[in-house]
């Protein structure tokens, strides 16, 4: 009895130990964003990257990239990926553009759902460098907790996109939701950043907020875009 | 009653049971009893002539028997079960064998050195000769192997033929024989026999595990990673299962080769038939690499470069065909450019300049409905799967001309531009040049940026 009692008092130390403990992060490239999500990125978890309309998931593809470039991968991401997405399949020159190396994304052709989720959770278990993937349709409350777990415990990321109307509650510390904004001009009047609209719905231990973000192929940053950018655009009505 | 009519044998008899000869059937039958029998010995033939039987080579396996008697006991008593009546023969040469085996006593084994002693008794026919050879010799009364062991070469040779005095001599093992197995021999493997069948997968993997561990030190030994394993499970009704796994690196690894093979079975769980258990198994090392000694895999801290070992678990359940990186091909057609080659064979992009190219790109370039001010500007509205885009900012076009080299095919010229709608999404269209005979040039969607 007395060692039952032992038992629980270091299971409730060690519980206690867990709510206080502030996971290791990165920063997001903006300091604002950093606040509101309570210091970073959180790197052993589950983030969500949502598209607010179809037509927006290549968009939040690259919201995604961008916030996973921010994750020092010792040359791997591991990428199980379903055949037949509405968009087709990721390019490598595209991806180069987020200043990656393609050839450091490891894909995982997977013909059913379950199997990209079991390859995504045998990933993070092995923790050979961060996961990104797309959210499966029947992945549960359940399904979520186990990646968010298996990403806690090795200190890996994963990062999912979640479809615009996909409904199912997740074990995700962070969810975005991701627009498409026209992009700002250039001086010469031609194609300026990639420019979102980026709302975080939910942050564990944070707070919501939203922002209009543009990544910068250049620095290979995300920027916070100035409302006074958009001159030529104001000119222009 | 061999050579009779059958009419006569009827009449004589009265009832007799007639069957067509299917030597066909007799011969597939004789393959697959080999290839079950392979557990006694991997280095299995069947017999090349008219007459029915087995060859093995059991150099280096009697003793996983306890000594050739046993091992002699042993097969009779598992053919038996197949309701098989056996002739086993053990000798040195492989002529003594056959000779012993089709006119000795049931079970014989012959020590190296008495081949000539346990011949001299039988009948001149045991030497594999043809009947003519075996009726002349008899008509002589040259009856039995003693009769002809001694005599003069030359004679025997020229009255009865070379292969007769070949075949003799190969009975004493005065000629070498060539043997080739059914299947080819593997450098590495190894073999357990169970004294009760198994039909557990639990128990399969204990044994897995088991044969592993006898394996991993003879490739420790010799400097070698397995590369691809093949477990055989040999089913007590004589059914075999073979189970291959193949590792993305050389390893030695008995934890993670034991693993691959439990999710292999894990896929292969609907398929996977104990029906009365498995009596024996094998497991055989098909392909090796050379891997040095001291290191259990490539990876020498799993903590610090565990990319094989999860290229190998992914691969055992879901192939290791679908586990890819991208990698750049030298053309600069964009529907080529990039394609997928198996992990380990990584591609280097260090060299490659920075394109404008879309994040995803489609398999197939989807038709589009352009509208355009000019047959060769650029796009100011277009319609793809259904939805109309009005065109916001245009850059272009990129022009990508076929390689010439590659004639048969004969692509068009494209020419590409990158657009964006008014709402903000970009797209990647392609306007092909038009050729004598088109009225307007087509457009197609290839791919979407971020």
């Known amino acids: 009895m007395v060692t039952a009692t032992k038992d629980r008092h270091k299971l409730i130390d060690a519980l206690r130990r867990e709510m206080v403990r502030t996971p290791s992060c990165v920063s997001t490239g903006i300091a604002e964003m950093d606040t509101y999500l309570?210091?970073?990125?959180?790197?052993?978890?589950?983030?969500?990257?949502?598209?607010?309309?179809?037509?927006?998931?290549?968009?939040?593809?690259?919201?995604?990239?961008?916030?996973?470039?921010?994750?020092?991968?010792?040359?791997?991401?591991?990428?199980?990926?379903?055949?037949g997405g509405a968009f087709g399949l990721p390019y490598g020159q595209g991806l180069k553009s987020f200043g990656f190396d393609p050839g450091d994304f490891l894909v995982v052709r997977c013909r059913r759902e379950h199997d990209a989720a079991w390859a995504m959770e045998e990933a993070l278990r092995?923790?050979?460098?961060?996961?990104?993937?797309?959210?499966?349709?029947?992945m549960d409350l359940t399904a979520s907790r186990r990646l968010q777990l298996a990403a806690q415990q090795s200190g890996t990321p994963i990062f999912l996109l979640r479809g615009h109307n996909d409904r199912q509650p997740s074990a995700a510390v962070s969810r975005w939701r991701v627009a498409v904004l026209p992009s700002a001009r250039d001086r010469f009047g031609l194609f300026g950043k990639p420019r979102w609209h980026v709302a975080l719905e939910y942050a564990q231990g944070g707070r919501c907020n939203e922002w209009v973000v543009e990544w910068d192929h250049e620095t290979l940053r995300l920027r916070l875009s100035s409302v006074l950018a958009d001159r030529t655009e104001r000119h222009a009505a | 009653m061999s050579g009779e009519l059958l009419a006569d044998v009827r009449a004589r008899l009265g009832v007799l049971d007639v069957r067509e000869a299917e030597p066909d059937a007799d011969r597939q039958a004789l393959e697959k009893l080999a290839t079950w029998a392979a557990c006694f010995s991997p280095h299995v033939a069947p017999w090349a002539g008219p007459v029915h039987g087995l060859t093995f080579d059991i150099e280096g396996c009697a003793h996983l028997f306890g000594g050739e008697e046993r091992m002699v006991r042993h097969m009779d008593e598992r053919l038996s079960r197949f309701g098989l009546t056996a002739r086993i023969a053990?000798?040195?040469?492989?002529?003594?064998?056959?000779?012993?085996?089709?006119?000795?006593?049931?079970?014989?084994?012959?020590?190296?050195?008495?081949?000539?002693?346990?011949?001299?008794?039988?009948?001149?026919?045991?030497?594999?000769?043809?009947?003519?050879?075996?009726?002349?010799?008899?008509?002589?009364?040259?009856?039995?192997?003693?009769?002809?062991?001694?005599l003069p070469r030359a004679p025997l040779a020229q009255?009865?033929?070379?292969?007769?005095?070949?075949?003799?001599?190969?009975?004493?093992?005065?000629?070498?024989?060539?043997?080739?197995?059914?299947?080819?021999?593997?450098?590495?493997?190894?073999?357990?026999?169970?004294?009760?069948?198994?039909?557990?997968?639990?128990?399969?993997?204990?044994?897995?595990?088991?044969?592993?561990?006898?394996?991993?030190?003879?490739?420790?030994?010799?400097?070698?990673?397995?590369?691809?394993?093949?477990l055989t499970l040999y089913r007590v009704d004589g059914?075999?299962?073979e189970t291959v796994v193949n590792l993305a690196a050389a390893s030695r690894d008995v934890v993670h080769i034991v693993n691959l093979f439990s999710l292999k079975l894990d896929a292969l769980a609907e398929e996977y038939d104990a029906g009365f258990g498995f009596e024996a198994a094998r497991l055989d090392a098909l392909e090796c690499e050379t891997l040095p000694v001291g290191q259990a895999t490539l990876a020498v801290e799993r903590q610090a470069d565990n990319l094989p070992f999860l290229i190998d678990r992914l691969g055992s359940r879901l192939g290791l065909e679908n586990i890819v990186r991208l990698k750049l091909?030298?053309?600069?057609?964009?529907?080529?450019?990039?394609?997928?080659?198996?992990?380990?064979?990584?591609?280097?992009?260090?060299?490659?300049?920075?394109?404008l190219r879309p994040l995803l790109i489609l398999p197939c370039a989807e038709p589009a409905e352009v509208t355009a001010l000019m047959p060769d500007g650029p796009p100011r509205r277009f319609r793809w799967r259904g939805v109309s885009y009005g065109v916001a900012l245009s850059e272009g076009p990129e022009r990508i001309r076929?390689?010439?080299?590659?004639?048969?095919?004969?692509p068009r010229t494209r020419d590409y531009y990158t657009v964006e709608d008014e709402a903000g999404h970009r797209f990647w269209l392609y306007r092909e040049m038009m050729e004598e005979g088109d009225d307007h040039p087509r457009w197609f969607m290839h791919g979407v940026f971020a």
């Open chain 2, 90 to 150: 053990i000798a040195s040469t492989i002529g003594a064998a056959q000779a012993l085996c089709r006119f000795g006593t049931r079970e014989s084994v012959v020590a190296a050195g008495k081949e000539a002693e346990a011949l001299s008794r039988l009948p001149v026919a045991a030497l594999r000769i043809s009947e003519r050879q075996a009726a002349s010799l008899i008509r002589l009364g040259l009856k039995r192997i003693a009769d002809v062991a001694h």
């Open chain 2, 239 to 241: 059914e075999i299962k």
């Open chain 1, 126 to 138: 092995i923790g050979a460098g961060p996961v990104i993937g797309a959210r499966t349709r029947d």
């Open chain 2, 329 to 355: 091909n030298d053309t600069h057609i964009p529907e080529h450019a990039v394609a997928y080659a198996p992990a380990l064979d990584r591609s280097d992009w260090s060299g490659q300049d920075d394109l």
């Open chain 2, 159 to 230: 009255r009865f033929g070379a292969d007769f005095v070949e075949r003799l001599d190969q009975a004493f093992g005065r000629l070498p024989e060539p043997f080739s197995p059914l299947v080819a021999p593997v450098a590495y493997r190894a073999l357990a026999m169970l004294a009760e069948p198994i039909m557990a997968q639990d128990h399969v993997l204990d044994l897995t595990r088991r044969l592993a561990q006898d394996l991993m030190p003879t490739l420790m030994r010799n400097g070698k990673g397995a590369r691809t394993l093949r």
């Open chain 2, 402 to 410: 076929p390689e010439w080299w590659r004639r048969q095919q004969r």
């Open chain 1, 38 to 83: 309570r210091g970073g990125l959180a790197l052993g978890a589950l983030h969500e990257i949502a598209a607010a309309d179809f037509r927006a998931i290549p968009g939040a593809w690259g919201f995604l990239l961008a916030l996973m470039a921010r994750v020092e991968h010792k040359g791997a991401v591991v990428w199980p990926l379903l055949l």
